[in-house]
């Protein structure tokens, strides 16, 4: 008898997120092993059971959707969700998210990190109350937890979540970043498209500036590029902030705002692949992560990545990123000027970052997740 799986569609309704990428991507990949009859998959199915409200993005979606009625948002999540789960006496629900119903007990939930627990101020104080009483429940009730670095299950297990025995390590792939082609219009838009000052005359397609999130959240440390890109040495080199939030959201936040610092907005996966492309490097400064997508992508489009040695980062990027410490702007813009003067390393590394992010498919991510699947299966 085969293991049948029910996704949590939750997010197919809410606006995309790295999380939800995760989620999309894993269950396609998931869809695509037992299509093909993959031996890791065999004897297991999946559907998605979606929100009235998630309907349109379950489109993109390579495997069966189901709409479940009523409700929508969370009491969809944890009334309509776990009550149809528990009619039905099939399957065993699949959340991807970091949250899933606590009503129900056979389950499988992803907690892609405690960043809650780790930097609160990153979050508002309602998001906080809901996370620190859903996710201890969930990780009581339901069967077994996933996670996406062995950095976050021990930070789970520290948290008193759950004994690591109970926490399975399925790592995201990036090999998503290929399958858009770049849309270079986003560089004449920004006036990026040709490089000056310290990166000119480079010969290795690199632009003049360094690429990173328009985050406010505390746990990202934008504000430490910021003033990185205060400092003289970086005065020839632009910022280019990519995400929703603007000059004035970093502003508010407290944070000077150099003149060379360039707001992007959202991007499409074009743009954003473009930008990439284009770039010196990729910056990110973030003191704790689960996991960090934003480096292994840039990496895989040879995009160098320098990164703080914080969280999963180092565990992820291995020695294919360089480093500098989370709370020294003037090291930053050492390194960063470093590295647009120094052609040869910015190729090595550019190298090694697209050896090192190669590894991550999700593939090979999906092939994880459905051996823990199956033997959880097993083990009934």
């Known amino acids: ?27 396609n990949a998931l869809a695509g092993l037992i299509a093909a009859g993959h031996p890791a998959a065999r004897g297991l199915s999946l559907e998605a059971l979606v929100p009235r409200d998630g309907l349109a993005r379950a489109k993109a979606l390579r495997l069966p959707v189901r709409e479940l009625a009523p409700l929508a948002g969370i009491p969809w999540e944890q009334l309509t969700l776990p009550l ?25 939930t992803m907690i892609h990190d405690v960043q809650v627990l780790l930097s609160p101020g990153s979050y508002t104080a309602a998001f906080r109350a809901w996370y620190r009483l859903v996710q201890p429940a969930l990780a009581r009730r339901h069967r077994l937890l996933l996670t996406v670095s062995a950095y976050s299950r021990a930070q789970i297990v520290a948290a008193g979540l759950a004994p690591p025995e109970r926490i399975a390590v399925v790592p995201n792939g990036v090999d998503h970043v290929l399958a858009t082609p770049a849309d270079p219009a986003i560089l004449a838009r920004l006036d990026l498209n040709s490089g000056t000052g310290l990166a000119s005359g480079m010969g290795l397609n690199a632009g003049g500036y360094v690429l990173a999130l328009a985050n406010t959240q505390a746990h990202k440390n934008v504000g430490l590029l910021l003033r990185a890109f205060a400092r003289p040495e970086l005065a020839d080199l632009k910022l280019v902030l990519f995400g929703a939030q603007d000059r004035a959201a970093f502003v508010r936040a407290g944070h000077p705002v150099p003149a060379n610092a360039v707001f992007a907005g959202r991007t499409s996966d074009g743009e954003l692949r473009a930008l990439m492309e284009q770039a010196l490097c990729l910056a990110f400064p973030s003191t704790t992560e689960g996991f960090g997508l934003p480096p292994l992508e840039a990496m895989l489009l040879g995009c160098p990545a320098i990164v703080a040695p914080c969280g999963a980062l180092p565990e992820v990027c291995g020695g294919a990123a360089l480093t500098a410490p989370e709370d020294d702007p003037a090291a930053w813009a050492g390194l960063i000027a470093a ?22 498919t999700w593939q090979r991510s999906a092939i994880v997740l459905a051996e823990v699947l199956g033997s959880l299966h097993l083990r009934g």
């Open 1 to 27: 008898m085969g293991a049948h799986f029910q996704l949590n569609g939750k997010f197919l309704a809410a606006p995309p997120t790295g999380v939800h990428r995760v989620a999309g991507e894993l269950a």
């Open 84 to 108: 149809a789960h528990r009619g039905e006496g099939r399957g065993t629900l699949l959340n991807l998210c970091n949250i899933g119903p606590v009503l129900a007990r056979d389950a499988v």
């Open 339 to 360: 590295l647009a003067r120094d052609s040869a390393l910015r190729a090595a590394l550019a190298r090694a970052g697209r050896q090192r992010a190669a590894g991550f």
